[in-house]
């Protein structure tokens, strides 16, 4: 139970960390609201390394505190949005077999995306924003690629330790 409890800490305290330094990268794509994601890293190789309900667990933890301490109510509204929506088709593809990490981590790029784009719907009220879903697809897609490869060769190193 400390081992779980100290992974859980670390693996939070990483995906802070991340999230802190992403705010220090002063790339723009163009976009409002499109960035890296780098402390989902941290969220797909839980995926890999811990129980489901654990990594459901450090998502909101991580999206709250991050959201609490880098930005404010409606990013953590959409965070969580777009982070649980990922999340659980994520799961989904992995229990299903067939998909590599990478194609795991591009699917949950998107569909965090569409999550978001859902809450920005029902906040402005208005249909208006799907005009953004390919954008934002794109956008999904060539973040998860680099987050899914970035995965992919941190969980090769962290079997290789054992």
């Given at each position: 139970?400390g081992?779980?409890?100290?992974?859980?800490g670390?693996?939070?305290?990483?995906?802070?960390?991340?999230?802190?330094?992403?705010?220090?990268?002063?790339?723009?794509f163009?976009?409002?609201?499109?960035?890296?994601?780098?402390?989902?890293?941290?969220?797909?190789?839980?995926?890999y390394?811990?129980r489901?309900?654990?990594?459901?667990?450090?998502s909101?933890?991580?999206?709250?505190?991050?959201?609490f301490?880098f930005?404010?109510?409606?990013?953590?509204?959409?965070?969580?949005?777009?982070g649980?929506?990922?999340?659980?088709?994520?799961?989904l593809?992995?229990?299903?077999?067939?998909?590599?990490?990478?194609?795991?981590s591009i699917?949950g790029?998107?569909?965090?995306?569409?999550?978001?784009?859902?809450v920005?719907?029902?906040?402005?009220?208005?249909?208006?924003?799907?005009y953004?879903?390919?954008?934002?697809l794109?956008?999904g897609?060539?973040?998860?690629?680099?987050?899914g490869?970035?995965?992919?060769?941190?969980?090769?190193?962290l079997?290789?330790?054992?």
């Amino acid at each position: 139970m400390g081992n779980k409890v100290a992974y859980f800490g670390v693996f939070t305290s990483l995906a802070l960390i991340f999230s802190y330094v992403e705010t220090l990268i002063p790339v723009n794509f163009g976009i409002p609201g499109v960035k890296l994601g780098l402390a989902n890293l941290i969220i797909v190789t839980g995926l890999y390394k811990m129980r489901l309900s654990e990594v459901f667990l450090l998502s909101v933890v991580r999206v709250v505190l991050s959201g609490f301490i880098f930005g404010n109510y409606f990013s953590i509204l959409y965070s969580l949005a777009g982070g649980i929506l990922s999340l659980t088709v994520m799961a989904l593809l992995k229990k299903a077999g067939g998909f590599s990490v990478i194609g795991v981590s591009i699917a949950g790029g998107t569909f965090h995306n569409i999550g978001q784009l859902v809450v920005a719907m029902l906040v402005v009220e208005t249909f208006s924003v799907i005009y953004y879903v390919p954008v934002l697809l794109l956008a999904g897609t060539l973040t998860g690629l680099v987050i899914g490869v970035t995965a992919n060769e941190l969980l090769k190193r962290l079997t290789a330790v054992k």
